[in-house]
C-alpha cells in the first residue's frame, strides 16, 4: 500500500476498520485461515511428542523426501497425500534400514536418505511434464489452496489426531522409556512404526500450509516453546496448540496484507513466540532464570539445603 | 547370612535362566561369551563386574532388548516375551538412561507401571490408582507425587522408579546400579525394601559395582566379566580370589578367537584347575589364559 493509503487509515476509523476486516470478506482468505488453523493443531499435538522424543531431523528428512512422491502422484493422477505419504514413510524405513547396517551415525544417515530423495524429487519434478507448481510444493500455497487439496489435507490431519488420541498414553511412555514399555510386553516397534507414520501424515497435512521447506518449523517449533513452557505433559500439548494455531492464523493473516509468503510469516511468527518463552518463560526462561538466581543468591545455601524434604526416611 | 527365603506357597516365585549366551555388537566388539547361570527364585542376587564387563549386556538380554547371537534367555519355563506380556518383569533403570527434564509427574511414571494391566486406551481403574497410591506410600515417596520427575534427588528419584517396579507387580525385578548416587540412608532404606519384597517372594536382581554393601543384603552373587566367572551363594562366591579374578582378568577380546579355543571337552580333560599364580595387583599381571577359561568353567556350576 502506498503512503496516500496509509494516511488514510490513519485519519479515518473507519476506513481502518473496513482495511483490517477485509481479508475476512474473502472467500479464498477465510478458506486458508481456517486450514491453517487445523494444520496448526494437527503440527502442535505431534511436535509434542516429536521435541520429547528428538526427532526434529527426523521430521526435516520426512518433509523433504515426500518430493517425488509429489511429483509421481500427480503424474499418475493419484492424490498427491497419497504419493507423499509412502515417499515420506518410506524414507524413514529407508533410514531405520541403514542406520541398522552400517556403521554410521544417524545423522549421517539422515542426511544422506532425505538428500536424496529430495534431489531426485526435484530432477522427477523438472522432467516429467506435469502442471506442478514446483514452488507451491516447496513454499505452500495455502491462499491458492483447490476444494480436492484441502479434503486430502482435512482427511489426513483427522487420521493423524484420531491415531494420536487413541494411542496418546503409549506414545508418551515410548517417548519417555522404550525400555519400560518393553519389559511391560508393549509392542515398541510397533509404536516406532505408528510415530514415523503419523509424522509422514502430519507433513502430508502441512505440505500445502508451509511447503516442504518450512515444514519442519511447523513440527518442532510449537512443541519446543511449549516444552519451555511447562513441566506436564497436558500443559505442554495446550502451549503447543494455542501458539501454533495463533502463528498459522496471525500468519496467514499478515501475508494478506504484507503480500508475502504464507509459509514464511506463520514460521516467523511461531519462531517469535519461541523467542519471547526462551527469554521469559516462567521457570526456564533465560532472563526469568538469572533474575530468580539473583535474588536467591544470598539464601542459596539454604535453598538448596531444604529441598530434599525433612520426612525423606521411608519404612 | 540367611538365604532360607520364606517363601510364600500362594504367589509362585521365578528364577532366570541365562543359558550359555554371547552376545556380540555390531563393531564385532564380544561383550559377552558362554554366559550361563541361574538366579535362583526368591533371592537377591548381586550382579559383580567391572565397567564394560558386561552387566549392562547381560540385563539386557534378560528384558529381551537385544537379542543374543546364541543361546537363550528364559523365566523358568516362560520365554522372556511371555513373561513380558504377563507383566513378570519390572526394571528399574540406571539414573542416566532417564531423561529428567521430561515433562511428566513421579505419580505419571509410576502409573505408567499399570499399562500392561489397562485396556488399550490406558485408563486407569480405581484398582491401578490405589496400587499406584500404596506403591508410592512404600517407598515413602506419596507427598512428592505431582513434582516433575526432574525436581527430586537423587534417592528420591531411585525411589520413584522402585514404586513404578512395585506398582507393575513383577515378580522379578531388575536394578541396575541401583546405589549410585544415592546417599547412604536411602541406599539403606532400599535395601530393606529389596529384602521384604525377597521375603514376599519376588526375585531380585540388582547389577552394582559398590562392592562394600553386597555381603550385607545379597544372597548370592553372579560375577561377571565378560562371562560368568563365577555364581553361588554370597558366602562360597564372594571371595577375595574371585573377586581378584573378577576384576583382574584379561579382557575377552585378547583371547585367541572362537575357532582356535581348545574344546570345552578338553578344557575339562585338564588337570584340576589352579588358582591363579601371580597376584591381580601386579601391573604384569597376565594369567594363564587357558587356567582362566578352565575355571570359568568349573565354575559355571548351575544349582
Known sequence: MNSAEVLLLAISPEAAWSWLI??????????????SAFVGVVCAVLSCYITLKGWSLMGDAVSHAVVPGVVVAYALGLPFALG?????????VAIGYVKSQTRLKEDAVIGVI??????????????????IDLFHILF???????????????ISGIITLTIILLRRKDLLLFCFDPNHAKAIGLNTNLMYYTLLSVLALTTVTALQTAGIVLVVAMLVTPGATAYLLSDRFDHMLLFSVATSVLSCVLGTYFSYHLDASTGGCIVVLLTFFFVVAMLFAPKYGILTQRR????????SFLATNATPAPSTEDS | MAFATVQPKASPTYGISVDNIS???????????????????GTITGLVGPNGGGKSTLFKSIMGFLSPSQGRVHIDNLSIEKAQKQQIIAYVPQADEVDWNFPISVFDVVMMGRYGYMNMLRIPSRKDRRLVMESLERVGMSEFRNRQIGELSGGQKKRAFLARALAQEGKVILLDEPFTGVDVKTEKSIINLLLQLRDEGHTVLVSTHDLASISTFCDRVILLNQTILAAGTTDETFTEENLAMTFGGLPLSSLPSKSSLPSKNSLLASPSAQPLANQPGHPHFNPDKTTLLAQTDRMQTRE
Not at chain 1, 26 to 31: A, P, S, T
Not at chain 1, 140 to 154: H, K
Not at chain 1, 292 to 299: F, G, I, Q, S, V
Open chain 1, 22 to 35: 477485509e481479508p475476512f470478506q474473502l472467500g479464498f482468505m477465510v478458506r486458508a485461515l481456517w486450514v
Open chain 1, 140 to 154: 505452500g500455497n495455502i491462499l491458492g489452496i483447490s476444494d480436492q487439496d484441502i479434503i486430502q489435507t482435512l
Open chain 1, 292 to 299: 530468580t538466581r539473583k535474588k536467591a543468591l544470598p539464601d
Open chain 2, 23 to 41: 552376545v556380540t555388537y555390531s563393531n564385532a566388539r564380544m561383550a559377552l561369551y558362554n554366559a550361563s547361570c541361574y538366579v535362583q527364585p
Open chain 1, 84 to 92: 507423499a505419504f509412502v515417499f515420506g514413510f518410506g524414507a524413514t
Open chain 1, 114 to 131: 532425505f538428500t536424496g530423495f529430495f534431489a531426485f524429487g526435484l530432477v522427477l519434478a523438472t522432467k516429467i511434464p506435469s502442471n
